[in-house]
């Protein structure tokens, strides 16, 4: 079977809505062992059920990838080789260069960069004995300018950078990592964004956020999921160091 990752360890920082939701669940139809670092643990073990209730397997593990200490206790309880290390979790926020307080770089510091960081450093000895795939989830914000955006952009651009780095100082241990750039994808935290900021315009903005994409739509979470699936299976051996967006067209067709 393609694509299959039966056997493979594999840990989704986040899996409890959204993206990593839908990340954990597809590979753990292909056969992985999903390992869940969230820090809504309710959230998280309905993913787990979920994963159980395919067939799959799964655990959830009470985590906030800011904390280092946290990270290395819930990595060192995870027993064996880990194959997988999604870095999925991430946190918005709005505002041009004068509209973000110090505060705000802080918060989206130690979640985006700091989170993804902190996660990679302590799985990176263990990846090395045998190998793996790190995967890192990046944004179209990394290499083009989005109105409003400032802090979460320098974010999303350090993931890109820390993702090429990794992968040219880990090439001879048999590491490879990569990211995915996703444009606007419909989760549920885009539906509590325009709930919050435009009530009773909630159909209207949906429509026209959908259409800043050139192919007319939001992507699903689970159109992301199938990138990284690839991404992460034997298919893609031949692949390191590279950015993927999945954007419907921004990046080269807007404007």
């Not at 694509?3 to 056969?31: P, Y």
């Not at 993702?163 to 509590?192: E, M, Q, W």
């Not at 949906?206 to 992301?224: A, C, D, W, Y």
């Amino acid at each position: 079977m393609k694509f299959s990752l039966n056997g493979k360890k594999t840990i989704v920082t986040g899996g409890g809505s959204g993206i990593g939701k839908a990340i954990s669940l597809t590979l753990a139809e292909q056969g992985a062992t999903i390992h869940i670092l969230e820090r809504d643990l309710e959230n998280a073990n309905i993913t787990v059920k979920e994963i159980e209730n395919k067939g799959g397997k799964a655990i959830a593990h009470l985590c906030d990838i800011a904390n280092l200490k946290e990270v290395q206790n819930a990595i060192a309880s995870i027993e064996g080789t880990i194959d997988i290390l999604i870095n999925n979790a991430g946190i918005a926020h709005i505002g041009n260069l004068e509209e973000t307080k110090e505060a705000d770089m802080d918060r989206i510091f130690n979640v985006n960069i700091k989170g993804v960081y902190n996660c990679m450093y302590a799985i990176i000895g263990r990846m090395k004995e045998k190998g793996g795939v790190i995967l890192n989830m990046a944004s179209i914000a990394s290499t083009v300018g989005i109105s409003n955006r400032f802090a979460y952009s320098m974010s999303k651009g350090a993931v890109l950078t820390m993702t090429y780095s990794v992968a040219k100082d880990y090439l001879n241990y048999g590491i490879r990592c990569n990211s995915i750039s996703p444009a606007r994808i419909h989760t549920p935290f885009v539906d509590g964004f325009i709930n919050k900021n435009y009530p009773g315009k909630e159909k209207e903005m949906f429509e026209s956020l959908s259409k800043t994409q050139p192919i007319g739509r939001m992507g699903e979470p689970e159109e992301v999921a199938n990138l990284a699936l690839y991404l992460c299976s034997d298919e893609a051996s031949f692949i390191t160091g590279t950015d993927f967006p999945i954007d419907g067209g921004f990046i080269k067709l807007n404007g």
